[in-house]
Antibody
Framework: EVQLVESGGGLVQPGGSLRLSCAAS????????MHWVRQAPGEGLEWVSY????????YYADSVKGRFTISRDNAKNSLYLQMNSLRDEDTAVYFC????????????WGQGTLVTVSS | EIVLTQSPVTLSLSPGERATLSCRAS??????LAWYQQKPGQAPRLLIY???DRATGIPARFSGSGSGTDFTLTISSLEPEDFAVYYC?????????FGQGTKLEIK
């Protein structure tokens, strides 16, 4: 069974930094484009960032561009999100998601990790 | 930026009834639209992709239709486990935006 497990969430002050990780198992990680999606408390889903299977191409939502950096290590089956200059409005559960090689949508999701930005 | 607008915001129905959820795009998406189901405390689950294709393991009571700017998710006969929040998502550009969601609640 495919598993995506996020970690690295927590409480951080405004202006601070945090690095999220997503560990993948039971899938050929290097075949999958990967994404980060977030969900503020009681709100809907917001797509955050994309990285291609090789890591050569990345895209970001306007709300995080210039502050967040997505990366991956295919040798470690891991995805990362470096978050800098954090704001109150970045408070959310952050999910990693694998883009299906057949569907091209988000076939597999992690359980999420909570990031709270507050002083 | 493409905006997805879902309606209604909340839909109150009883088990056994038919549910019809709508998603309207601000620009044509061709058929590049998906539907997800999310239950409290859980990650979303892919139900429908490319407007009308059911994802692996999704029951036949879920169906999708539409193209261009207007899309519909239909649940033919509601089961108790179908009460959840449903999101549409587009992938016609590289931003993968979601609609704001429709909450399907038990009447």
């Amino acid at each position: 069974e495919v598993q995506l497990v996020e970690s690295g969430g927590g409480l951080v002050q405004p202006g601070g930094s945090l690095r999220l990780s997503c560990a993948a198992s039971e899938l050929t990680f290097s075949d999958y484009n990967m994404h980060w999606v977030r969900q503020a408390p009681g709100e809907g889903l917001e797509w955050v960032s994309y990285i291609s299977s090789s890591g050569s191409t990345t895209y970001y939502a306007d709300s995080v561009k210039g502050r967040f950096t997505i990366s991956r290590d295919n040798a470690k089956n891991s995805l990362y999100l470096q978050m800098n200059s954090l704001r109150d409005e970045d408070t959310a559960v952050y999910f990693c998601a694998a883009q299906g090689v057949v569907t091209y949508y988000f076939d597999y999701w992690g359980q999420g990790t909570l990031v709270t930005v507050s002083s | 930026e493409i905006v997805l607008t879902q309606s209604p915001v909340t839909l109150s129905l009883s088990p056994g009834e038919r549910a019809t959820l709508s998603c309207r795009a601000s620009q044509s998406l061709s058929s590049y639209l998906a539907w997800y189901q999310q239950k409290p405390g859980q990650a979303p689950r892919l139900l429908i992709y490319d407007a009308s294709d059911r994802a692996t393991g999704i029951p036949a009571r879920f169906s999708g239709s539409g193209s261009g700017t207007d899309f519909t998710l239909t649940i033919s006969s509601l089961e108790p486990e179908d009460f959840a929040v449903y999101y549409c998502q587009q992938r016609s550009n590289w931003r993968y935006t979601f609609g704001q969601g429709t909450k399907l609640e038990i009447k």
